[in-house]
């Protein structure tokens, strides 16, 4: 059995609906043209996903994450729109390659996560509109992916 990416390309809102449109999945939409700098970012993260705790930097993001306790859904799908513009204004560029960094370690950690008294588990999807940014960032960084359209015919 082949182990699948942590990191999906959209090409369409179409491929979203085909995979994740049922009541299922909670889809937790990030417009990259309104979070631009990564505080932006942080609040709207915050705020699709109710963080209870929001810090504005990548440990509180990876603590949060990597709980997801708050939300009474099981499956959670972060999408991610107009990736060309998604913290794109910051001065290092890095900052963006940390954030994807995070994704794909998280989505990782919740495969593998085991049920326990304390922590329900989750499965946590990461879904980013195809670009060349993005993908030409995912290869430097050597972050799987695969584009979602594909997962539909396995």
């Known amino acids: 059995m082949a182990i699948s990416p ?7 809102e179409n491929d979203l609906e085909k995979q994740f ?3 299922d999945f909670f889809i ?15 609040e709207e993260i ?3 996903l109710e963080f209870p705790v929001s810090g504005y930097n990548l440990d509180a993001l990876n603590d949060s994450l990597n709980d997801l306790q708050w939300l009474e859904d099981e499956k959670i799908v972060l999408y991610i729109t107009d990736t060309e513009s998604f ?5 290092d560029p890095a900052k963006l390659s940390s954030v994807l960094q995070v994704f794909d370690a998280t989505a990782e950690d919740w495969k593998w996560m085991e049920a326990d008294e ?3 588990l989750k499965e946590f999807y990461v879904v980013l509109e195809d670009s ?3 993908r030409k960032l995912l290869d430097k960084e050597g972050i799987a992916f695969e584009n979602l359209a594909n ?3 396995k």
């Open 87 to 91: 913290i794109s204004r910051e001065r």
């Open 132 to 134: 060349d940014r993005i």
């Open 28 to 42: 937790a939409h990030i417009d990259g043209l309104k979070t631009s700098t990564l505080r932006q970012f942080y």
């Open 46 to 48: 915050a705020d699709v």
């Open 6 to 12: 942590n990191i999906w390309l959209s090409q369409s």
């Open 151 to 153: 997962r539909s015919n």
């Open 21 to 23: 449109g049922s009541s």
């Open 118 to 120: 304390l922590m329900d």
